[in-house]
């Protein structure tokens, strides 16, 4: 959620190691995507790869003013309570196609007329849900990057 200033709460988290990407569909239903986790899938250097996943539900109000932002991070480094990643030995780069040829989309749950009933939480305030505080100087904040 990043506010009108720039600061970016985090909300929630998917997890996919691209090459278990496969899902199971006994697992899986329309608003809970399952990977089978059985079988590895290698991964060839610049082919294109469709991966679907599940973020981790939450309750969040998107205030007026605010919008949202995806990171893709490999390795993930938001700490977590629960879930430990494992990195792959070498570095990775991560491409998100978004084209006609190759669609990307974020499919959210929209529950209609909800309104926020309390302000936005201050800027670090959420256990386990850091915020990053807009730079300075704001002239050149686009989307979470500072050009």
Do not use: M
């Amino acid at each position: 959620d990043v506010d009108p200033e720039g600061n970016t709460t985090y909300l929630t988290r998917g997890f996919l190691r691209a090459s278990l990407r496969q899902i199971d569909p006994a697992r899986t239903r329309p608003d809970q995507i399952n990977q089978s986790l059985r079988e590895v899938q290698e991964l060839e250097p610049g082919k294109i790869y469709k991966a679907r996943f599940s973020l981790d539900p939450i309750g969040h109000v998107v205030r007026e003013g605010h919008r949202l932002e995806v990171s893709i991070l490999a390795p993930n480094d938001i700490p977590s309570p629960v879930f430990a990643s494992t990195p792959i030995k070498s570095p990775s780069l991560n491409k998100v196609y978004h084209s006609e040829k190759f669609p990307s989309k974020l499919v959210l749950p929209i529950v209609p007329g909800a309104k926020a009933q309390a302000p936005a939480p201050r800027c670090g305030t959420l256990w386990f849900q850091p915020c990053r505080k807009a730079p300075a100087s704001s002239d050149n904040w686009q989307g979470g990057i500072v050009r």
